[in-house]
T-cell receptor
Framework: GAVVSQHPSRVICKSGTSVKIECRSL??????MFWYRQFPKQSLMLMAT?????????EQGVEKDKFLINHASLTLSTLTVTSAHPEDSSFYIC?????????????FGPGTRLTVL | AQSVTQLDSQVPVFEEAPVELRCNYS??????LFWYVQYPNQGLQLLLK??????LVKGINGFEAEFNKSQTSFHLRKPSVHISDTAEYFC???????????????FGRGTQLTVWP
């Protein structure tokens, strides 16, 4: 089956620093990737939709200057949390849509736990 | 936008008992329906999906779900649970339409299933 990886799986950083999270589709091409944020004991909140070669579409209330998304290739999207603060600590999950599939199923990465001190 | 309701935030059951996790959605048009499972500190794994055809869908790990269009429900069931089924379960709806919402998933808030020995 289709596999999506995320790197790193866990990151701890100091307040004010920037952190980059990578999302890769390992065995398929993904023209669209999604970035979610999940708080403890809560559901996934869609942050943005990333389309290869174009600007990401951000959900209402998500700061595009703080959460920079780059989708430079058909297999890689990155999320950069700029000037991270403790309130940015969360579990970030990406998913990739397989356009080679029969109905554009999304496949999820294992997530990245971000802790900002 | 779609709305997904998982009425039960927590469902405790004993091992080998049957279980049903409820999911209702709000939509008057055709949708795709999904159930995902999430183990602690991991991403989402697809349990099963309904796209069209038979309303009874069978998935992995012995789970099944029934699509009921008149009640706009997609309840997840398993006749006999194991301790290893303890996890968070998310119901999701996808809009198969075109445009900016194509492929987007709308998640319920999740149901924590805890199986006791």
């Amino acid at each position: 089956g289709a596999v999506v990886s995320q790197h790193p799986s866990r990151v701890i950083c100091k307040s004010g620093t920037s952190v980059k999270i990578e999302c890769r589709s390992l065995d398929f091409q993904a023209t669209t990737m999604f970035w979610y944020r999940q708080f403890p004991k809560q559901s996934l909140m869609l942050m943005a939709t990333s389309n290869e070669g174009s600007k990401a579409t951000y959900e209402q209330g998500v700061e595009k200057d703080k959460f920079l998304i780059n989708h430079a290739s058909l297999t890689l999207s990155t999320l950069t949390v700029t000037s991270a603060h403790p309130e940015d600590s969360s579990f970030y999950i990406c998913s990739a849509r397989d356009h080679g599939g029969s109905y554009n199923e999304q496949f999820f990465g294992p997530g990245t736990r971000l802790t900002v001190l | 936008a779609q709305s997904v309701t998982q009425l039960d935030s927590q469902v405790p059951v004993f091992e080998e008992a049957p279980v049903e996790l409820r999911c209702n959605y709000s939509s008057s048009v055709s949708v795709y329906l999904f159930w995902y499972v999430q183990y602690p500190n991991q991403g989402l794994q697809l349990l099963l999906k309904y796209l069209s055809g038979s309303t009874l869908v069978k998935g992995i790990n012995g789970f099944e779900a029934e699509f009921n269009k008149s009640q706009t429900s997609f309840h997840l069931r398993k006749p006999s649970v194991h301790i290893s089924d303890t996890a968070e379960y998310f119901c999701a709806v996808s809009d198969p339409g075109r445009g900016s919402t194509l492929g987007r998933l709308y998640f319920g808030r999740g149901t924590q299933l805890t199986v006791w020995p």
